[in-house]
């Protein structure tokens, strides 16, 4: 009995680059596939390529270079509107002098659908997105919430095969910007289109994705699920984008297996080998606050280092600790606050401890800073 054929990425970026003026890649041989029904995001800093990922996959950029799939097509040569593709932008794009009902209408006239299915597919548009009885308002009328779900449902409204969102929640206040996180998440689920959605903010990233793309210089530097990027980075780029992160500087004393010792200043440390050279190279050590014990038990991890408590800040469910140790004077760890610690106070020394797989020795690309 023959294997199954492999199956065929939804979307496909093949070899793809783009420049504006001829000479500088802003995209440099990305190779990316989407599942289909899959929620994946785009995620980097400004000019590091993600959005005009996006805007060559809507069809409003050309790719210098290599090939855009849909569907197992290649759209390097279909018009935008012949995509069958939704956009969410941040400004949300509505029509003013339209109503809701009027805004929802619009894609599916354009399509030339029956004044009935129109009808229908406004009404479950709106319930939808819970705007039932909103119909008749303009976009003025409504608030920044309301009009950024009247943007989804028209993106929706049409069934599109894939929507594409560009930083939909940016003009948004946080509150309500976590709220329409968990919103669109949902839509997501019960209607299992395919999304792919641009963002700089690494907290939207891990709360809505299924997989995550971390972009910079027009490179991805790692793919993986939310839980992937932020518990196993591949390089400091990644580490430190995602979430908060200690890094220290040190150099690769021995390696054993999985594992090497890492001479930093004041210390020996002993990591997980990730990304680092061998005996001799340089290495930046990543462990993230959470990782790391105040007062450990003897004998229960295998770096335990004396500290100094320079900042103490309380932030509800944790204490934000600022110590000082192994050269390090922003040495973040966070002591949950949940009434199992003694209080520290700043000034005095403390021990602290944490395990040989939670420190990650790590290399920096080329793009990336090197530590101080």
């Known amino acids: 009995m023959s294997a199954p054929a492999p199956r065929e990425a939804f979307v496909r970026f093949a070899d793809v680059q783009k420049s504006y003026d001829g000479e500088t890649l802003v995209v440099k041989n990305l190779d990316l596939e ?18 005009t990922c996006l805007m060559m996959l809507a069809g409003f950029e050309t790719a ?23 956009m969410v932008f941040q400004n949300y794009a509505l029509f003013p002098h339209m109503t809701v009902h009027e805004n929802l209408a619009f894609p599916l006239e354009v ?43 028209r993106a929706l409204v049409f069934e599109p095969k894939l929507v594409l969102m560009d930083e939909p ?13 968990f919103e669109i998440r949902h839509i997501h ?17 891990l709360t809505m994705s299924d997989r995550i793309a971390v972009f910079n210089d027009g490179v991805i530097q790692q793919i993986s699920t939310p839980e992937g990027l932020y518990e196993r980075p591949e390089n400091v780029f990644v580490a430190q984008f995602i979430g908060e992160n200690n890094r220290l500087l040190g150099t690769v004393a021995e390696r054993n297996g999985d594992l090497c010792s890492v001479t930093v200043e004041g210390g020996l440390v002993q ?28 004998g229960s991890c295998p770096n335990v280092f004396d500290a ?65």
């Open 271 to 298: 990591a997980l080998a990730v990304s680092c050279g061998g005996r001799g190279e340089a290495t930046i050590l990543s462990l993230r606050p959470e990782r790391v014990t105040v007062a450990p038990e003897a």
């Open 308 to 372: 100094v408590v320079e900042e103490l800040i309380y932030l509800g469910d944790h204490v934000r600790s600022r110590l000082r140790l192994l050269g390090d004077e922003e040495f973040i760890v966070k002591v949950p606050n949940s009434g199992m610690h003694r209080p520290m106070h700043v000034g005095e020394t403390v021990q602290v401890g944490w395990s040989a797989e939670d420190c990650r020795a790590l290399d920096s690309p080329p793009s990336f800073p090197a530590a101080n």
């Open 169 to 181: 929640l940016g003009a948004l206040d946080k509150q309500l910007r976590e709220q329409m996180q």
């Open 64 to 86: 210098t270079y290599g090939d855009i799939f849909l569907d197992g097509r290649s759209i390097n040569n279909v018009a935008p509107h012949r995509r069958d593709i939704g």
């Open 111 to 153: 399509r030339k659908l029956g004044k009935a299915e129109v009808e229908e597919r406004v009404a479950r548009a709106l319930d939808m997105v819970e705007l039932t009885g909103f119909g008749s308002r303009r976009p003025a009328q409504l608030s920044g919430g309301q009009q950024q779900r009247v943007a989804v449902a």
């Open 34 to 51: 989407i599942d289909r029904g899959e929620f994946l995001t785009m995620l980097g800093p400004s000019g590091s390529g993600k959005t």
């Open 189 to 205: 689920e019960r209607l299992g289109v395919t999304v792919v959605y641009v963002t700089h903010d690494q907290g939207e990233a």
